[in-house]
């Protein structure tokens, strides 16, 4: 099959599920919306992981600076 077969099908398949997400075909409403509620909740754990990560790092960075102004101090 060629790239063209293959993007055709892609657009066919994403095609057929925007339709049953319209017309609520098997459920999809449903699963679309567990589907999208599940991604919130990823975002949510990503962005509580990235300021905990970042508090981490300016913890250390603070922790150094305060270490090097000792160390010139000791050094003088």
């Given amino acids: ?3 063209f077969g293959k993007i055709s099908i892609v ?7 925007a339709a049953a997400i319209m017309f609520d075909w098997f459920g ?8 999208l509620e599940g991604g919130k909740v990823a975002v949510e ?4 992981t990235g300021d905990q990560v970042q508090g ?3 913890s250390v ?3 150094g600076e305060a270490v090097q102004q000792e160390a010139k101090k000791i050094a003088e």
Avoid: F, G, P, Y
């Avoid at 657009?11 to 599920?17: D, E, F, N, Y």
């Avoid at 999809?28 to 589907?35: E, G, M």
């Fill in 1 to 3: 099959m060629n790239l």
């Fill in 11 to 17: 657009i066919w398949i994403v095609l057929l599920i």
């Fill in 28 to 35: 999809s409403r449903d699963a679309a919306n567990a589907v």
């Fill in 45 to 48: 754990k990503l962005e509580q």
């Fill in 56 to 58: 981490a790092i300016e």
């Fill in 61 to 63: 960075t603070e922790k």
